[in-house]
């Protein structure tokens, strides 16, 4: 009884933004259309060639085991089909990555000069998603690497695989796949 009661009080505890992230895994990566790392589905008007729309959306990490300030952080995103473009701005830092405007793909190399502790839900950068033609458009995250003085992780994507969209514009919210276990099920309905 008493472990349960502990139990409670630590879930009343913990801070509602870290109960409410969709990717509950340790050092996560993915696109979000909140800075709170909630929302991986957006809806738009339908964009066309001499109507095209655009999405705010964030490039977040979740749940980073590393402890410090970050000093470097680099990776990639993209968007498919290529009915649009994606660009982007770091949260802080400078980018040295030499990107081509209005592409499909948008590359990161950020070096930080300024003290950014590692915190939960950490927002890398702010993205621009413009679209020019209908239907489903998936989002993807790559390579993504962080660095903290002395030491450095690569970030998992939310979705589970870097080929897996973590991300949906005007589609269906994507599903991370996950290998059953029998730990898992019994996750489910709390041991």
Avoid at 42 to 59: G, I
Avoid at 134 to 153: C, D, E, K, N, Q
């Amino acid at each position: 009884m008493k472990m349960l009661r502990f139990s409670a009080i630590a879930l009343l505890l913990l801070p509602a933004v870290a109960l409410a992230q969709i990717d509950r895994d340790p050092n996560g990566i993915g696109i979000y259309f909140d800075q709170a790392a909630t929302q991986v589905l957006a809806t738009t008007d339908t964009p066309s060639q001499s109507n095209p729309v655009t999405v705010d959306a964030w490039l977040i990490a979740t749940h980073c085991s590393l402890i410090g300030e970050v000093n470097y952080w680099e990776g990639g995103v993209s968007l498919s089909p290529m009915n649009g473009w994606i660009t982007g701005g770091a949260s802080w830092g400078f980018n040295v990555a030499d990107n081509m405007c209005c592409g499909p793909n948008w590359y990161f190399q950020v070096l930080v000069g300024e003290t950014v502790p590692v915190t939960n839900p950490l927002v890398l950068a702010h993205l621009t998603i413009g679209l020019y033609e209908g239907g489903p458009t998936y989002l993807y995250v790559a390579g993504v690497h962080i660095s903290v003085p002395g030491t450095g992780m690569t970030l998992h994507p939310s979705s589970g695989a870097e080929n897996l969209p973590v991300a949906v514009i005007n589609g269906e919210a994507p599903v991370r796949v996950v290998p059953v276990t029998w730990g898992a099920v019994k996750d489910l309905y709390g041991r």
